[in-house]
């Protein structure tokens, strides 16, 4: 049941009323596409008030872009849909039987609804590793891991233990796919280039990334020849790539890795996890409420129009949605596939409402690409796979085209051509006097259970 305490926010209309829950790609290019469609009324809720282009995330994680720079207002991309309403909240519930999305301060009753509210990281059932080895899907995380890097070099400047100073110059990336490969270049670029001339005391270049994949390859959903490339890539960029290595714990500074029989165990203040990812909340509401089919990551079973089964008003799209009706396996969980989803469902609650139906979706491959440093990447267009600098520059110029807004795509232009001259990280901030506090106090409240650790922290 609905409380009727909570204001109801529905427009006040007698047009077909359609509630996008999730502002990334697959819910804002259906808002987009029906937004300039005189017979349907849009409402579009999301607990951020910006679109987050999420495929560069890592750049601002390590300091080349600002997070301002992959980020738009969502009332400002849609200002001109005059039939859009954009509300700032979290949806807690959803009633099929009153058609009635349950949000924290209000609720908005629906036509046809659509869930694109995506994926959180996944540790496979120990989340106590969290606090060590964060994840990189929202712009805190990117802030909390460029925090942690830029601090560990600091710290290591002033510290008088040689072991101790590997440690705070040990970076740990668990999980070999694009997110892995992207933040293991990059860190390498920053140790080995950007920072070599910036300390006195440390070598910057003696850090250690090491990037640790539980598959026997990098870039395991890629073409074989493309993950030996990648691998290349790394290795050159100075990347210690470990391949068919299990992370079996994770506590403090200390990661322990499975290898075949062997065990062994790496000392590393500065953690990353990109190693998995599961559903967000929104799936099990839809399993609650509608008897949804989920997959094990939590992830809306969908039909081959995108709807949820017995709920053909209800729809799933994006990372959310695990659609196995075409090829061997579900579609990926990247960006063109959300945008073509979001896509497909505007135009099919068009058709609906004019007494038509579409023919079920199909997914047109556009390719996948990944960025292992400067001037090296990979790119499998499917009729063609290459790398190295040609598929660099596909990988600047794809980027730079999905981004949301003009001013966006100007700024981190200028901003790549900057760095590709000067070698240089103009956003490689440590911000936030209490959170550099708090980023230490983690390692103090590890270094009371290994006394070879001694790091005083002031509040």
Do not use: C
Request: glycine share 8%; hydrophobic share 40%.
């Amino acid at each position: 049941m609905v409380s009727t305490q909570l204001p109801d926010l529905t427009p006040k209309t007698d047009k077909h009323k359609v509630v996008i829950i999730g502002g990334g790609f697959g819910g804002l290019y259906a808002a987009k596409t029906l937004g300039k469609n005189g017979a349907v009324d849009v409402t579009l809720i999301d607990k951020r008030n910006f679109h987050l282009f999420q495929p560069l995330l890592y750049q601002v994680a390590t300091g080349t872009l600002s997070p301002a720079d992959i980020a738009s207002p969502l009332r400002g991309i849609l200002s001109r849909n005059e039939n859009t309403h954009v509300l700032l909240d979290q949806v807690q519930d959803v009633d099929p039987e009153t058609k009635t999305v349950v949000m924290t301060e209000g609720t908005v009753q629906y036509d046809s609804l659509v869930v694109a509210t995506g994926v959180s990281h996944h540790y496979f059932g120990n989340d106590q590793w969290k606090p060590y080895a964060p994840g990189l899907k929202t712009v805190e995380d990117a802030l909390e891991i460029r925090h942690r890097i830029f601090a560990a070099f600091e710290a290591a400047e002033k510290e008088t233990d040689p072991a101790l100073q590997q440690a705070w110059l040990t970076f740990v990336i668990i999980g070999g796919g694009p997110t892995g490969v992207e933040l293991a270049g990059a860190i390498s670029e920053i140790a080995y280039s950007v920072l070599k001339k910036d300390f006195r005391k440390i070598d910057t270049a003696k850090a250690k990334v090491i990037l640790l994949e539980g598959m026997d390859r990098v870039l395991p959903p890629y073409d074989p020849s493309l993950s030996a490339k990648a691998q290349q890539s790394l290795e050159s960029l100075g990347v210690d790539v470990q391949t068919s290595s299990l992370v079996t714990n994770i506590e403090g500074d200390r990661v322990t890795v499975k290898q075949g029989e062997e065990q062994l165990e790496l000392h590393a203040k500065t953690i990353v996890w990109a190693a998995g990812v599961k559903a967000s909340g929104m799936g099990k509401v839809l399993g609650d409420r509608l008897d949804a089919n989920l997959d094990r990551a939590g992830r809306v079973i969908v039909e081959p129009n995108l709807s949820v089964e017995g709920y053909p008003d209800v729809f799933v799209i994006g990372d959310l949605a695990n659609f196995p009706h075409q090829n061997e396996r579900p579609l990926p969980g990247v960006a063109p596939v959300a945008m073509q989803e979001g896509q497909y469902v505007a135009k099919l609650i068009k058709q609906r409402i004019q007494g038509n139906e579409m023919a079920p979706f199909r997914y047109t491959e556009v390719g996948s690409l990944a960025v292992i440093g400067q001037n090296a990447a990979v790119v499998d267009l499917g009729y063609v796979k290459f790398s190295g600098f040609l598929a660099w520059l596909v990988w600047i110029f794809a980027h730079v085209y999905y981004l949301i807004e003009f001013d966006n795509k100007m700024v981190v232009m200028i901003q790549w051509g900057w760095n590709y001259f000067t070698r240089g990280r103009g956003a490689r901030l440590i911000t936030g006097e209490k959170d550099l506090a708090n980023g230490f106090k983690l390692y103090q409240d590890y270094a009371e259970k290994d006394t070879k650790v001694n790091v005083k922290v002031e509040a």
